[in-house]
């Protein structure tokens, strides 16, 4: 098969779960023999397309203008020019399938495009930006997680705040308007497509919820590859780690707050970059017993989960996957999280982690001396760990989807 990969942003410029998963899966795929390659789009100025190769894929990076929220919300509605290098890419690429990743930033008269030239194409539905133009569901103007558009006044809202203007009621019903509109022409090329995946049930239900047809939504959690765990010379303290954005959405300062009731014999190790909000960091470091460790690199990572009794998951928003629970069960990690959407479904409560409630530093901080003290629970949580798929599993699963696709196409 020839199949191309759309994604919103990719490596080097840009790095995140997404993006990862697509370096990952394409790579796979190339390695079982089909053909395969990425098209992206850039943040730099003016306008361009260009061609490299990674291992043998071909990566097409399309760029117009500089990122910014408002010009990657008017690509949605049109981009001539981002447009004509995708078609540019279909004529040259002839793909046979098209894996959308994320549309971001880029028009939906792409995948127009590929229903007129008759190219099925496949949708992973990694967050919730195809209903919620902020994507994760957090409110702009009172950080707080949303149902979804209400007559799309609460997107006005979000939009003005998110632009740093004031809530000026007259103004909310009119900006209302272009995000219905947005939200139609995306509903559109959902149901277009020919299959949607979903990364866990939980995305699956809150999108059947909002009006997509069950039966077109595949649950096909991502996979990992992952090394063996490394030995680990004993230690004495009890180690808690947390791996991620440093941001308040993620809520690490609930973390934070709740290590500061636990004994000395504790440790906080935190890991991520601590320059994609420095003011947060600045908050988070004022407890002054959290270890930073700044951004880790991919074998960091693993030697760090090595290290550690107990992953934390604090987030206060709706995470549609999460990788570091994937990556910490894989190093035999139990995990501390939220009773929260895909989280409250992955970790399984007394099983192979605690849950507890949102954003409540008391029960995170019983849950966190629990562990402490109890070794024996510790270890019974460390035996119920599942086992997590390969990459290589997961795109079997995926390339399968692909075929059959391309048999219904057919018919």
Known sequence: ?????????????????????????????????????????RSAEGTGLSRRVDDGIAIWSVWHGRFQPTSRLLATFRNPALLHAFQEVVATFRPDIVHVEHLMGLPTQILDHLHQQQIPYVVTLWDFWWVCANAQLLTNYSQEICDGPNFYLNCAKCALARANQPQFPPAIPPLALPLAWRNGRLRRVLQQASKLIAPAEFVKQWYVDHGLPADKIEVLPPGLDYPSKPEVPPHDSFRVGYLGGLSWQKGVHVLVEAFAQLPETAELWIAGDTQFDPDYVKQLKRSGRAKFLGKLDRQQVWETLAQLDVVVVPSLWYETFCFVVSEAFAMGVPVITNDLGVLGERVRDGVDGLLVSPGDVDQLAQALQKLHDDPNLLHRLRQNIPTIDTVAEHTAVVTQLYHETLKQITR
């Open 1 to 41: 098969m020839r199949i191309l990969h759309l994604v919103h942003q990719y490596p080097p410029d840009h790095v995140g779960g997404t993006e990862l998963y697509t370096v990952w899966l394409t790579r796979a795929l190339q390695q079982q023999g089909h053909e395969v390659a990425v098209f992206h789009r």
